[in-house]
Structure formats: structure tokens, C-alpha cells
């Protein structure tokens, strides 16, 4: 319901942030606002920022205020977040307008009458009529405990009978036709569902809003949903999503299979996460509902090319919706089976498929090549092209430098090997100008790539750089807005410091990475080699170790992604490819 923006403005300044948040991570002064590690990303260096009216984390993007943190920290819907801050803020959450109330109570109304035709499908089930449904059930494997956990029901033959029984508890013709389970013909009134097992569909909070139906034998269409209602949205909702939300957090991964039975198997065989769309390729919404739960699910497809397209379709709708903390995976069933199949042949089967499921950065870059040759030139410029664009559509800037630079990094490695480049040869560096010279070349390496600024901020801010100018530029650098290219941010280092783009600028005798021509690939191990000279061999080798031991406890992606490119340091400094010149 619409609530009144006084309330929500009186809500936000009883609710004081600094408490609130604390209570999720630990935080210090850092002169009149805070600071911590986000609670939204794993961190070793603060980066999450709590001002008086809002939150900000420099690492993933997190913004927001009260009502936000509490939506994005515990998956709760608006209404929930609203009801807990005002309860702990002696608040009184204001009373619906009189049409407010009345939607409400139709909302009531309709969840009541969806319940006792849930439970008037679940005694057809169980008797003579409904038997051979019940056969059919238990030749899939089903279990007593699972039917009645996902209150499977049947039909019957049609005919008005469920108007007829229902009629005895109250509940009238026309609530059955408002909630999606008759239809009103020319004279009469006719049941949507008939001679099919039923599979209620439930709302994250356990409420039955729909059902679906399966016909028994071979009449089309095989599976038939409910209709939009005012509790009901094909687009918004998955099945088996109350479900899901409790298992995932008893440790339970978070998939997401085709149909209403295969995510009854998988439950049944000990997956507890699992859902799926109804009927329809995923939603921006359905995919906003799976973040809630987890900040990386698992799409668990087909192997034909029905589930490659699926998994095409959904990797476009996620793409501008991705963040540092929420991603998909990709899991390919192998050909010919489904879960159902599949478990046949044990848990640990279907544990195996999980286990090899892929980061959607690499499954992308195998979608868009699907079917391509890249024989040629034009082949392969076309390829790069769709490539960037894909990782333009990223919102988040950051993240779509990674993209970015993984997809490209792919690229580059596809058919021929490049041809030897000749590298600048520079004079050693001794002495005291050997710190300064290599700070140099790793802050003109971030100058002409500035994507490198976007996706490297971290470990560019936690460097020791010489005092003076290095130190003047690297936080100059840092200060420039995000997604800009090479021109763009001399352009805009030229407003912000002159001094430190001059010193950068008149930088001579670069080696190629650092250069403006470098490709990605070649530019970030530049800045890894200088990174590690800079960072030093202890201090990089216990970031490598602490790395290590980190993923080895949580192998969560962020770790996994920090160890990655720790190790790109290590690798690049021995490797010694690159020397600065000292000017």
C-alpha cells in the first residue's frame, strides 16, 4: 500500500543509520560520518561509507537509506522493512486509505478462497476419482511427504463441481472467476482446470496465489497456468520460492530448473533451493526475486539447444542488472537428461552438474560465440564488437570493466598466437629513482587505460606510493569519475591537477603496456608487474598467502576473484617482462 511521505521521512529520522547498520558490520569514526567493511561484499579495507541520511560503499555501488539496508541486508519486501523499523522506532504504521483497505481485504479475500480450493484439489487426490493422478504422482517418484509438502491436488472432471463444493463454505461463482479458476462464457460459468493434477503456486511468504495444471495422457497443453489476478504475476513470481528461501538458508544452493517437476525432485532428493519460472523465460523481476535470496543462483538448464537459448535469453536480461554482489551461474545438464532423470542415478550426480556449473562471464563469451567461425578479420572484429557492447550493457561501471577486460582477455586468446612486439629496452633503474620511475610507469599505465582506475581500485588505493607528486597523482587518478576512456581523463586530470598530468604525461621511454595501443590483456599484466615492484616481495607474498587462506575458508567469488589477481602479481613480477626508464 502507498504510504503517506511524511511517515516515511519520520521513519528515517528516528531510525539513525550509524546503530542500525552496526548492528550488520563494525564501524569507526571517520570525522563526523563512519566508516567499515561493507556488509554487502567481502573486503579487507574499508570502503562502505555511513553518512546521516544514507550509505555508501566505494567498492560495489551499495546505496541507500534504512528502509534500503534492511531490503538489501535480510531480502525483505518494502511492507516487511517498513513494519520492523517502525515497530523498533515506536512507530505506528499509518491505516490504508478506505480503497487502500478495501484492495486489501479483496487481496485477504482471495488468499482464503485460494486455500479451501487448495485443500478441496488435495481430497480429490485421494479419492476414487483422483487415483489415477495419485498413480501418476508415485510413478514419478514422489513421495507421500512431498505431495503433501507441495500440496498436490487434482482437479476432478470439471463440470461446476468445485463451484458446487465450495459453494457450501461460502464462496461464490464469481470469486472463483476473480481468482483465475473459472472462466464466464456465454451463459454459464466453466472450470479452468479439469482432469489435471494441480501444483499450487505460492508467494515468497507461503501463500497460495495460483495453481498450475498438468493434463494426464497426451493432450495439449500439457501444462496450463492460472491467469493474472490482483495476487497473482506470471513475471514476478517462481515456483517453489517460499520453499527455497528456507533451505538456502539452511545452506541449501539456490537453481533454478524448467518446471513444477523438477524442482519437486530436487527437493525431494535433498536440493532445497530449487525453483522455476511459469512457463516463461525469466523476468527482470523473477531475477530481482532470486538476488533476494542469493547473491549468485544457479541456472540449471537443458543441454539442447532449447536450454542453450535459455540460458542466452537470460544472460540478456541479467546483464544490465548485474552488480559486484549479485551474479548468476550456469550449470548444463547433460544431453538427453533432466533432474528427474538424472537423479535416478543418485544425488551425487546432480551434485557433480552443480559443482561444474560456470561464472557467467565465461558462459557468455561462449553464447555470443555460438556458431561463429572468426575466420577472418571481419569475423573477428564483428565478434570483439558484440563482445564490448554485451559488457557495455552492464550498469554498474565497474563491473563492466571486468567484463570488459575477462571477455576481451578470452578473445585475445582465441586461433592465431600475436606475433612477437618488440619491446622498448630502458636503462636500469638504481638507486633512489628506482621507486619513483616505477610509480611513474604504473600511474601512466592507469592514465592511458583508464578502465584499469574503474576495476582496480582497491589495491591502487592500499599501494605505499612515494611521497610528493606520486602520492599527488595516484590520488588525482582515483578522484576521476568512472567508465571515462584515454582522452576523456587526461581531459579531466587536466582540471584537477595539471601538475600531476604534466609529470605523467612527459613520462618517456614506456614500455608497451603502458603505452595508449596497448591492447587489455597487455596493459593489465603492465600494472600487475609494476603493482608487485611497488607492493614489495613480503608484503605481496602475504597478501598472496592471506589470499590463500581466505578462499581456502569462504571460496565465495570476490575471494576467489582477489586470489586471481593476486596471483596475476606474483606471476607478472617474476615473469619481469617490463623495466621502467629513468626519464
Not at 633512489?432 to 584499469?452: G, I, K, S, Y
Not at 586530470?493 to 609529470?503: G, Q, T
Request: net charge neutral; with cysteine.
Amino acid at each position: 500500500m502507498a504510504l503517506p511521505p511524511n511517515f516515511l521521512d519520520e521513519l528515517r529520522v528516528r531510525t539513525p543509520l550509524a546503530p542500525l547498520i552496526g548492528r550488520a558490520t563494525r564501524l569507526t569514526r571517520s570525522g563526523r560520518n563512519w566508516k567499515g567493511c561493507c556488509p554487502f561484499h567481502n573486503e579487507k579495507s574499508p570502503s562502505f561509507y555511513v553518512y546521516d541520511d544514507h550509505f555508501h560503499c566505494f567498492g560495489c555501488g551499495a546505496h541507500g537509506d534504512a528502509i534500503s539496508f534492511v531490503m538489501q541486508r535480510e531480502g525483505a519486501a518494502f511492507m516487511e522493512a517498513i513494519e520492523r523499523l517502525s515497530a523498533e522506532a515506536g512507530l505506528e504504521v499509518p491505516k490504508p486509505s478506505p480503497e487502500a483497505a478495501r484492495r486489501d481485504a479483496r487481496a485477504r479475500d482471495m488468499h482464503g478462497v485460494l486455500a479451501a480450493v487448495e485443500a478441496a484439489y488435495q481430497r480429490r487426490l485421494h479419492t476414487p476419482e483422483g487415483r489415477p493422478a495419485l498413480d501418476y504422482l508415485r510413478r514419478r517418484n514422489l513421495t507421500d511427504a512431498t505431495i503433501a509438502r507441495f500440496g498436490l491436488g487434482w482437479s476432478g472432471e470439471g463440470r461446476g463441481a468445485l463451484a458446487s463444493e465450495l459453494r457450501e463454505q461460502g464462496i461464490e461463482t464469481a470469486q472463483l472467476i476473480e481468482a483465475g479458476l473459472m472462466q464466464q462464457r456465454e451463459d454459464r460459468a466453466t472450470d479452468l482446470f479439469f482432469n489435471r493434477v494441480m501444483f499450487p503456486i505460492r508467494d515468497r511468504r507461503g501463500r497460495t496465489i495460483s495453481f498450475g495444471g498438468r493434463i494426464l495422457g497426451d493432450g495439449q497443453p500439457k501444462y496450463v497456468n492460472g491467469p493474472e489476478s490482483p495476487v497473482f504475476s506470471k513475471r514476478r513470481n517462481l515456483y517453489g520460492l517460499d520453499l527455497a528461501r528456507e533451505g538456502v538458508f539452511r545452506g541449501a544452493k539456490l537453481l533454478v530448473a524448467e518446471g513444477y517437476m523438477d524442482v519437486i525432485a530436487l527437493h525431494q532428493a535433498g536440493f532445497g533451493g530449487a525453483v522455476a519460472p511459469l512457463g516463461t523465460a525469466l523476468t527482470q523481476e523473477q531475477m530481482e526475486a532470486l538476488w533476494s535470496v542469493s547473491p549468485e543462483p544457479i541456472l540449471c538448464l537443458d543441454g539442447d539447444a532449447a536450454g542453450a537459448r535459455a540460458m542466452a535469453r537470460a544472460a540478456e536480461v541479467a546483464l544490465p542488472l548485474l552488480a559486484p554482489e549479485r551474479t548468476l551461474r550456469f550449470a548444463t545438464l547433460p544431453a538427453g537428461e533432466d533432474p528427474d532423470t538424472l537423479l535416478a542415478k543418485g544425488a551425487p550426480a546432480m551434485e557433480a552438474v552443480l559443482n561444474a556449473s560456470r561464472p557467467l562471464a565465461e558462459s557468455l563469451f561462449e553464447m555470443l560465440r555460438e556458431g561463429r567461425a572468426l575466420t577472418g578479420p571481419e569475423d573477428r572484429a564483428a565478434f570483439r564488437k558484440r563482445l564490448e557492447t554485451a559488457a557495455a550493457s552492464i550498469t554498474d561501471k565497474s563491473l563492466a570493466s571486468e567484463y570488459r577486460r575477462a571477455l576481451l582477455d578470452r578473445f585475445f586468446q582465441l586461433g592465431r598466437r600475436a606475433a612477437p612486439v618488440a619491446r622498448v629496452a630502458a636503462r636500469p633503474v638504481l638507486g633512489a629513482a628506482t621507486r619513483p620511475a616505477q610509480a611513474r610507469t604504473l600511474l601512466a599505465t592507469l592514465l592511458n587505460h583508464p578502465w584499469l582506475l574503474d576495476a582496480l581500485a582497491e589495491p591502487i588505493g592500499m599501494l605505499d606510493m612515494p611521497e610528493g607528486i606520486a602520492t599527488q597523482a595516484r590520488d588525482a587518478l582515483l578522484a576521476l569519475p568512472p567508465g571515462l576512456d584515454g582522452p576523456a581523463a587526461r581531459e579531466a586530470l587536466r582540471e584537477a591537477d595539471a601538475v600531476a598530468l604534466a609529470w605523467l604525461a612527459t613520462a618517456s621511454a614506456l614500455p608497451l603496456g603502458a603505452r595508449p595501443e596497448a591492447q587489455a590483456a597487455e596493459a593489465e599484466e603492465c600494472f600487475w608487474h609494476f603493482f608487485a615492484w611497488l607492493r614489495g616481495d613480503a608484503a605481496l607474498n602475504a597478501d598472496l598467502a592471506q589470499a590463500q587462506q581466505d578462499a581456502a575458508a569462504d571460496p565465495t567469488a570476490e575471494k576467489l576473484r582477489r586470489l586471481a589477481l593476486l596471483k596475476e602479481a606474483a606471476d607478472a613480477h617474476r615473469r619481469g617482462e617490463y623495466q621502467a626508464e629513468t626519464g
